[in-house]
């Protein structure tokens, strides 16, 4: 593949570079040799067939095979470059989602075009005929789609293995209905399906909102509103109903938690999304439904001995003795 000197010196100095960057000493060399021997394939053949589709031949003519052969070591390394500094060999790509996907198209739009600024510019000082420029847009839709395709495969193979080994661990796993398909569920579904720490398995989805009902979130049928609970989580075997409501009233949260109550299932709820710690999925920070869950706010303590001291002795009048905290008093 190299074809001068200069070529392989300019891959030595890539290498070294690599290995003495900190951003690179983390990324573990059993999962950077493949991921950088598909990525070469992928612009190697991205560029290939670009010339075969444009010139309707799988032999490439004789100046074609000349230029080709003297660019595509150069073009292998744009790009390769490119993918490091996006920080394609950072990413987790088990975990991928639609913002991995437009860093993949960030990543590799920039050596395109640099590609394509270079070999225009440079192959009249080599006596080299000029890429068709068919060639480059067809190259460039082919190694999106190639690095794409790799990427998301890893997280296809990842998300398979997951569903294999619940299935043969099902008694550990337990089935759990998402009460609230808004963004709190979106991400505990996610994280769900995603953590491998995760033991439980998001079966559907309660929703009171009609827009919602018979669609998917996240591969998670939204069933109906609140009055579905009780069949639904009979006819679902349902193990654990978890409430992800960031945004609901006192009044409608009693409601639903007494309407879960009756089905025998296990009860539990999440944070709001601002108490969300950040860095830990939001399936781990799931806790028991308490009475506290219910207020609001911050449970507030009061000090029985200090109120005591002004207050002993005296006839005291309650007004609102009827609420909580006149109960209370």
């Given at each position: 593949m190299f074809g001068s000197d200069c070529e392989y010196t300019a891959y030595i100095g890539v290498l070294k570079m690599i290995k003495n960057n900190r951003v690179f000493r983390s990324i573990s060399l059993k999962s950077l040799i493949p991921q950088l021997v598909v990525d070469c394939l992928s612009v190697f053949l991205g560029y290939w067939l670009a010339f075969v589709i444009?010139?309707?031949?799988?032999?490439?003519?004789?100046y074609n095979q000349e230029t080709f052969r003297f660019w595509i070591p150069w073009l292998i390394l744009i790009h390769i470059i490119c993918f490091f500094v996006a920080r394609f060999y950072n990413t987790r790509w088990e975990y991928c989602s639609i913002d991995e996907i437009f860093e993949i198209f960030l990543g590799t739009t920039v050596p395109a075009v640099l590609c394509f600024i270079l070999v225009r510019n440079l192959s009249p000082f080599f006596d080299l005929r000029q890429f068709w420029r068919g060639v480059y847009a067809i190259a460039y839709v082919l190694i999106f789609?190639?690095?794409c395709i790799t990427r998301i495969s890893v997280r296809f193979t990842y998300r398979l293995h997951r569903s294999r080994h619940t299935g043969r661990m099902s008694v550990e796993f337990k089935r759990v209905m998402i009460i609230g398909a808004g963004e709190m569920g979106s991400m505990i579904i996610k994280d769900m399906k995603n953590a491998p720490e995760s033991k439980g398995i998001p079966v559907i989805a309660i929703d009171d909102d009609p827009k919602k009902r018979g669609s998917r979130i996240n591969g998670i049928k939204i069933v109906g509103g609140r009055s579905l609970i009780p069949r639904m989580a009979a006819r679902y075997n349902i193990d654990v109903i978890l409430l992800a409501m960031s945004t609901i009233s006192t009044k409608d949260k009693q409601e639903i938690m007494r309407?879960?109550?009756?089905?025998?299932?296990?009860?539990k709820t999440v944070p709001a999304l601002y108490e969300v710690v950040e860095g830990s999925p939001a399936s781990m920070q799931v806790h028991d439904v308490?009475?506290?869950?219910?207020?609001?706010?911050e449970e507030i303590h009061l000090n029985t001995e200090e109120i005591s001291g002004y207050l002993q002795d005296k006839t005291i009048m309650v007004t609102g003795g009827g609420g909580s905290i006149g109960s209370e008093l």
């Amino acid at each position: 593949m190299f074809g001068s000197d200069c070529e392989y010196t300019a891959y030595i100095g890539v290498l070294k570079m690599i290995k003495n960057n900190r951003v690179f000493r983390s990324i573990s060399l059993k999962s950077l040799i493949p991921q950088l021997v598909v990525d070469c394939l992928s612009v190697f053949l991205g560029y290939w067939l670009a010339f075969v589709i444009r010139f309707d031949s799988f032999t490439l003519e004789h100046y074609n095979q000349e230029t080709f052969r003297f660019w595509i070591p150069w073009l292998i390394l744009i790009h390769i470059i490119c993918f490091f500094v996006a920080r394609f060999y950072n990413t987790r790509w088990e975990y991928c989602s639609i913002d991995e996907i437009f860093e993949i198209f960030l990543g590799t739009t920039v050596p395109a075009v640099l590609c394509f600024i270079l070999v225009r510019n440079l192959s009249p000082f080599f006596d080299l005929r000029q890429f068709w420029r068919g060639v480059y847009a067809i190259a460039y839709v082919l190694i999106f789609g190639f690095v794409c395709i790799t990427r998301i495969s890893v997280r296809f193979t990842y998300r398979l293995h997951r569903s294999r080994h619940t299935g043969r661990m099902s008694v550990e796993f337990k089935r759990v209905m998402i009460i609230g398909a808004g963004e709190m569920g979106s991400m505990i579904i996610k994280d769900m399906k995603n953590a491998p720490e995760s033991k439980g398995i998001p079966v559907i989805a309660i929703d009171d909102d009609p827009k919602k009902r018979g669609s998917r979130i996240n591969g998670i049928k939204i069933v109906g509103g609140r009055s579905l609970i009780p069949r639904m989580a009979a006819r679902y075997n349902i193990d654990v109903i978890l409430l992800a409501m960031s945004t609901i009233s006192t009044k409608d949260k009693q409601e639903i938690m007494r309407i879960c109550a009756s089905t025998g299932c296990e009860l539990k709820t999440v944070p709001a999304l601002y108490e969300v710690v950040e860095g830990s999925p939001a399936s781990m920070q799931v806790h028991d439904v308490d009475i506290n869950d219910l207020l609001g706010r911050e449970e507030i303590h009061l000090n029985t001995e200090e109120i005591s001291g002004y207050l002993q002795d005296k006839t005291i009048m309650v007004t609102g003795g009827g609420g909580s905290i006149g109960s209370e008093l």
